[in-house]
């Protein structure tokens, strides 16, 4: 059983400001699902609606089975967490994370015996006689889960809950998450638009742009087959690098280039024929441009390409080039143009790669892992 369903939610803003639009979707019992998108997509709307902390426009909402569509928050059987953890700041660990059962009248044995087991399991025994102010920012965090868990909910709900920490508690925190949600097997819907969070921590991902679901998959599925190049473009870090060019007889044809495509990838994808003779958008990812002197055993083409410059990261050197082909916007907001236009694509080598800034090279495609999208309609040719 499904036990958060969402059907055809609508979301008006005054008189006409659709928020969103038709949104549906099914998060199973115990899922962790991920919706994520650019600021104004209608991510934390979405979540408020379903908190009940936004009225429903139009559309349906049940929450374990039940229609919650006029039911107020506190009947839902949610728990929300939000990025400001909204603590007590009087009272202590203790105090916080027992509060929702002290309302409820629950007595003074009872609290204690369940908040010990929750502080037991988010490794905050000792601190259960602090305040907030004497914690850390991922300790409020987890003060902040232990609150949504005392009350055992359906669902929990969370609003970019990382957001306040610094990088690198944000990843430590990222995994904590993820693995206290698989050892609660509680329902939870987390809002984030940091792709690399929705990426490592959801079973699925709902991909948002201007109110509209674009995607809803694996982490693998949006990555390997994006259904447009929107969510190509947003998924992934580098973005995928994506291009214009003319389609003729299995040719990619750019101004400086070509690229002949395997007939692997001609009859694995039958709808690239009504493209023949037409505009195409193709994508590849930075991982599948390379150092053509280290693309031995690869099957590979290679097309020229001037180095603007390159970052070496250690465990690889990030090479922004410059291709002689026309860029296509995916339509993220996020992904700024590189260097101020000087460089139109992003490549990963191997940290043994030589190459170096203000530099030609030869550049390996491999194009069998080329994506490609309607220049029109930016949707997924398969
Ligand atoms: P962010 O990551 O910046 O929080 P978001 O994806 O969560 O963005 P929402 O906060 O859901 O986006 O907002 C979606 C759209 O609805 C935005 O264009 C926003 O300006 C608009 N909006 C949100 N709340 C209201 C409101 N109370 N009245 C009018 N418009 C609103």
Same mark, same amino acid.
């Given at each position: 059983?499904?036990?958060?369903?969402?059907?055809?939610?609508?979301?008006?803003? =005054?008189?006409?400001?659709?928020?969103?639009?038709?949104?549906?979707?099914?998060?199973?019992?115990?899922?962790?699902?991920?919706?994520?998108?650019?600021?104004?997509? =209608?991510?934390?709307?979405?979540?408020?609606?379903?908190?009940?902390?936004?009225?429903?426009?139009?559309?349906?909402?049940?929450?374990?089975?039940?229609?919650?569509?006029?039911?107020?928050? !506190?009947?839902?059987?949610?728990?929300?967490?939000?990025?400001?953890?909204?603590?007590?700041?009087?009272?202590?660990?203790?105090?916080?994370?027992?509060?929702?059962?002290?309302?409820?009248? !629950?007595?003074?044995?009872?609290?204690?015996?369940?908040?010990?087991?929750?502080?037991?399991?988010?490794?905050?025994?000792?601190?259960?006689?602090?305040?907030?102010?004497?914690?850390?920012?991922?300790?409020?965090?987890?003060?902040?889960?232990?609150?949504?868990?005392?009350?055992?909910?359906?669902?929990?709900?969370?609003?970019?809950?990382?957001?306040?920490?610094?990088?690198?508690?944000?990843?430590?925190?990222?995994?904590?998450?993820?693995?206290?949600?698989?050892?609660?097997?509680?329902?939870?819907?987390?809002?984030?638009?940091?792709?690399?969070?929705?990426?490592?921590?959801?079973?699925?991902?709902?991909?948002?742009? =201007?109110?509209?679901?674009?995607?809803?998959?694996?982490?693998?599925?949006?990555?390997?087959?994006?259904?447009?190049? &929107?969510?190509?473009?947003?998924?992934?870090? /580098?973005?995928?690098?994506?291009?214009?060019?003319?389609?003729?007889?299995?040719?990619?044809?750019?101004?400086? &280039?070509?690229?002949?495509?395997?007939?692997?990838?001609?009859?694995?994808?039958?709808?690239?024929?009504?493209?023949?003779?037409? !505009?195409?958008?193709?994508?590849?990812?930075?991982?599948?441009?390379?150092?053509?002197?280290?693309?031995?055993?690869?099957?590979?083409?290679?097309?020229?390409?001037?180095?603007?410059?390159?970052?070496?990261?250690?465990?690889?050197?990030?090479?922004?080039?410059?291709?002689?082909?026309?860029?296509?916007?995916? =339509?993220?907001?996020?992904?700024?143009?590189?260097?101020?236009?000087?460089?139109?694509?992003?490549?990963?080598?191997?940290?043994?790669?030589?190459?170096?800034?203000?530099?030609?090279?030869?550049?390996?495609?491999?194009?069998?892992?080329?994506? &490609?999208?309607? /220049?029109?309609?930016?949707?997924?040719?398969?």
């Amino acid at each position: 059983m499904a036990e958060v369903v969402l059907e055809n939610i609508c979301k008006t803003y =005054g008189n006409s400001f659709q928020a969103i639009q038709n949104l549906n979707l099914e998060i199973a019992h115990g899922e962790f699902l991920i919706l994520v998108g650019p600021s104004g997509c =209608g991510k934390s709307t979405a979540l408020r609606m379903i908190a009940g902390l936004e009225d429903i426009t139009s559309g349906h909402l049940y929450i374990g089975g039940r229609d919650v569509v006029d039911m107020p928050p !506190k009947d839902r059987d949610i728990a929300m967490v939000f990025q400001s953890y909204a603590l007590y700041p009087h009272m202590t660990v203790f105090e916080n994370i027992g509060f929702s059962m002290r309302l409820a009248g !629950k007595k003074k044995a009872e609290r204690r015996k369940r908040v010990d087991e929750i502080a037991k399991t988010l490794q905050l025994t000792e601190l259960l006689d602090s305040k907030p102010a004497n914690l850390s920012g991922g300790q409020r965090q987890r003060v902040a889960m232990g609150r949504a868990m005392v009350r055992e909910p359906a669902a929990f709900l969370m609003d970019e809950p990382l957001s306040n920490l610094d990088a690198k508690l944000r990843v430590q925190m990222r995994a904590e998450i993820a693995s206290l949600q698989r050892q609660l097997g509680v329902t939870t819907i987390y809002v984030t638009h940091d792709q690399t969070e929705a990426m490592t921590m959801g079973d699925r991902v709902a991909v948002m742009k =201007g109110g509209v679901l674009q995607q809803v998959d694996t982490p693998k599925r949006l990555y390997d087959a994006p259904v447009n190049a &929107f969510v190509a473009g947003f998924i992934g870090s /580098p973005s995928m690098n994506l291009f214009e060019a003319e389609l003729s007889q299995g040719t990619l044809q750019t101004p400086g &280039f070509a690229l002949q495509l395997p007939d692997t990838v001609l009859s694995a994808r039958p709808e690239l024929r009504r493209y023949d003779g037409r !505009k195409i958008v193709f994508g590849a990812r930075p991982e599948d441009l390379y150092d053509s002197t280290l693309a031995s055993g690869r099957d590979h083409q290679a097309i020229p390409a001037d180095v603007v410059t390159v970052e070496e990261l250690g465990s690889e050197h990030v090479v922004h080039l410059r291709l002689d082909a026309v860029p296509v916007d995916s =339509g993220d907001p996020d992904a700024v143009e590189e260097l101020g236009g000087l460089s139109n694509a992003v490549a990963r080598f191997e940290p043994a790669s030589a190459v170096h800034a203000r530099s030609r090279i030869d550049l390996a495609v491999d194009c069998s892992k080329l994506h &490609f999208f309607d /220049p029109e309609t930016h949707l997924a040719i398969r």
